[in-house]
């Protein structure tokens, strides 16, 4: 399978506990962006990538969130001391040219208890 | 915060009509994308329009823009009940070398077989 995949798909955690999320893009991509999408809304950015450099953050992007390229391939996304409202669904995505489509992997569900 | 805004908000049809999904947005645009997303499951591009262009065919979606109006349409003809599924539409703006694509809140389609 080419397309993107993104692990865990689903992820429990405790308030206060750190996490990590991995996305593996289609492999000739050179962007890749994350998103967080919540119940009944549609996705929101929170970071993009153009190989290695991370070019754009969003305000929705805490301090508690860190993301990272190296080498311009897989992307990890962490969150560190969990809260409530980090529970959602973290979206990966990644395109070829910059004004082409994004493809966009199945999604880490995240629910922190 | 999220540009695009899909009317209605919930849709139920039957099997064989058609559905219809309005977007309107705020700010130009370079592009505007339209995406469905199975419940709990990514999201998969369906079709892409430049703002250059007032309509778009793909199989049985046809995609109209409105730069004037700042609006989109998405028709579904001949609807399935695999159809069901939540549609958002997406505005693409190119700012700074890439591409910020922002989300509306989406279109919940039910097709009743």
């Known amino acids: 399978d080419t397309g993107v995949s993104q692990d865990p798909r689903h992820k429990i955690t405790k308030r206060g506990q750190n996490v990590t999320f991995r996305c593996d893009p289609i492999?000739?991509?050179?962007?890749l962006y994350w998103y967080r999408q919540t119940l009944g809304q549609g996705p929101e950015f929170l970071t993009y990538?153009?190989?290695?450099?991370?070019?754009?953050k969003s305000r929705l992007l805490s301090d508690r969130f860190s993301a990272e390229r190296p080498k311009g391939s897989f992307s990890t996304l962490e969150i560190q001391r969990t809260e409530q409202g980090d529970s959602a669904m973290y979206l990966c995505a990644s395109s070829s040219g910059q004004l082409d489509e994004q493809y966009f992997g199945p999604g880490t569900r995240l629910t922190v208890t | 915060s999220q540009q695009g805004e899909e009317d209605p908000q919930a849709l139920s049809i039957q099997e064989g009509e058609n559905a219809t999904m309005n977007c309107s947005y705020k700010t130009s645009i370079n592009n505007l994308q339209w995406y469905r997303q199975n419940s709990g499951r990514g999201l998969v591009h369906l079709i892409l329009i430049r703002s250059n262009e007032r309509e778009k065919h793909s199989g049985r979606l046809r995609v109209t823009l409105d730069t004037s109006k700042k609006s989109s349409s998405l028709l579904i003809t001949a609807s399935r009940a695999a159809d069901t599924a939540s549609y958002f539409c997406a505005t693409v703006d190119v700012l700074v070398g890439y591409q910020k694509v922002t989300f509306g809140i989406g279109t919940k389609l039910q097709v009743i077989p």
């Open positions: 492999s000739e991509h050179n962007r």
């Open positions: 990538f153009q190989n290695e450099a991370q070019l754009e």
